[in-house]
């Protein structure tokens, strides 16, 4: 089973940068539909990128033109880089793996059937 570890979260102001890294193991990613999605406490999961088998990406509205979601399937890893951000990233990053057929941003928020514990990222104003 396809195990998921996120690093790379940390503290930035506004209108900075940060890159996010995604390692799996036990199981290789090249049949998953990969992505990220994010949660604050109290509030739903909104997914936020969504790559697919064979690199299409979509992303979600709040992100899209900020965010890019790559892939490496020869390192089993995904990386979100995450430009302009802003104090509504915050969040915790979640990295996640679906073999729903159909990759988007819906199918990685709802249908996800691997996720790692997540890495915290803090955009202060």
């Known amino acids: 089973q396809v195990q998921l570890m996120e690093s790379g979260g940390g503290s930035v102001q506004a209108g900075g940068s940060l890159k996010l890294s995604c390692a799996a193991s036990g199981g290789t990613i090249i049949a998953y539909c990969m992505g990220w999605f994010r949660q604050v406490p109290g509030r739903e999961r909104e997914g936020v990128a969504a790559i697919g088998r064979m690199s299409g990406t979509n992303y979600g509205q709040s992100v899209e033109g900020r965010f890019v979601v790559s892939r490496d399937n020869d390192k089993n890893s995904i990386y979100l880089e995450m430009n302009s951000l802003k104090p509504e990233d915050t969040a915790k990053y979640y990295c996640?793996?679906?073999?729903?057929?159909?990759?988007?941003?819906?199918?990685?928020?709802?249908?996800?059937?691997?996720w790692g514990q997540g890495t915290q990222v803090t955009v202060s104003s």
């Open positions: 996640a793996a679906t073999r729903v057929w159909d990759c988007t941003v819906p199918a990685i928020q709802n249908d996800a059937h691997h």
